[in-house]
């Protein structure tokens, strides 16, 4: 089969509006909560989220990032500051999340402005990680140029001896962010491509709810 031949058709459901929450994040934590399905492959992360962020000059970037709570309306995910999206979101703090569940056939498409947690919100994730990704977090100069994959390893050894079986601090440029929804668009997979798309966008304190074109 080509690459051109490759398609499927979806069947499994269909949206409408008069059967969303008129609350876009309750409506999102209804479809997260039908993603997480008992028989699941062990690889298959429904928290996954495509993060896209942009520079100054407009230039986007796209990787995928986890979903690590919700507080407050607000999206969270944490990682280095000094990579290449944290430096992208100082420049410009419009981000674009989009979540796919293909076992459901849907995704969600959220667009919003985003901020840095509290110091206190994230040190309190950070140790709450596993020990070698707090490791990890200290020996990785995240989106900089490494010689040799021998280097990481060499600087995780120092770090877990110098440490010991003490706490791994949490680093300064190390923490979370949170999105706040301005926009989240519902997509669920229909035949012919004719697939439902449900729209939220801000109004004030409310949310404008419109039905768009596949």
């Known amino acids: 089969m080509t690459i051109d031949q490759m398609r499927?058709?979806?069947?499994?459901?269909?949206?409408?509006?008069?059967?969303?929450d008129q609350d876009p994040m309750v409506q999102f934590q209804k479809w997260f909560h039908?993603?997480?399905?008992?028989?699941?492959?062990?690889?298959?992360?429904?928290?996954?989220?495509?993060?896209?962020?942009?520079?100054?000059?407009g230039r986007v970037s796209s990787r995928v990032v986890l979903l690590k709570g919700i507080d407050d309306g607000r999206l969270l995910f944490f990682t280095n500051y000094d990579s290449d999206?944290?430096?992208?979101?100082?420049?410009?703090?419009?981000?674009?999340?989009?979540?796919?569940w293909p076992h459901l056939q849907r995704q969600v498409r959220i667009?919003?402005?985003?901020?840095?947690?509290?110091?206190?919100?994230?040190?309190h994730y950070f140790h709450s990680r596993p020990r070698d990704s707090q490791v990890g977090a200290l020996v990785s100069q995240q989106?900089?140029?490494?010689?040799?994959?021998?280097?990481?390893?060499?600087?995780?050894?120092?770090?877990?001896?110098?440490?010991?079986?003490?706490?791994?601090?949490?680093?300064?440029?190390?923490?979370?962010?949170?999105?706040?929804?301005?926009r989240f668009e519902f997509w669920q997979g229909r035949s012919g491509r004719l697939h439902d798309r449900i729209l939220y966008e801000r109004d004030g304190e409310q949310w404008k709810c419109s039905r768009l074109s596949p």
Not at 34 to 50: H, K
């Open 111 to 123: 667009e919003g402005s985003v901020h840095r947690t509290s110091r206190e919100r994230s040190e």
């Open 8 to 20: 499927k058709d979806y069947l499994l459901a269909g949206l409408r509006k008069r059967d969303v």
């Open 34 to 57: 039908e993603s997480l399905q008992p028989d699941l492959p062990d690889w298959f992360e429904v928290n996954a989220m495509t993060l896209s962020t942009s520079d100054q000059y």
């Open 143 to 182: 989106s900089s140029v490494v010689a040799s994959r021998d280097i990481l390893e060499a600087r995780r050894q120092e770090v877990e001896a110098e440490h010991g079986d003490d706490e791994i601090p949490c680093p300064e440029n190390w923490g979370g962010y949170q999105v706040e929804p301005e």
């Open 85 to 100: 999206k944290g430096q992208q979101i100082a420049e410009n703090p419009h981000v674009s999340l989009c979540f796919f």
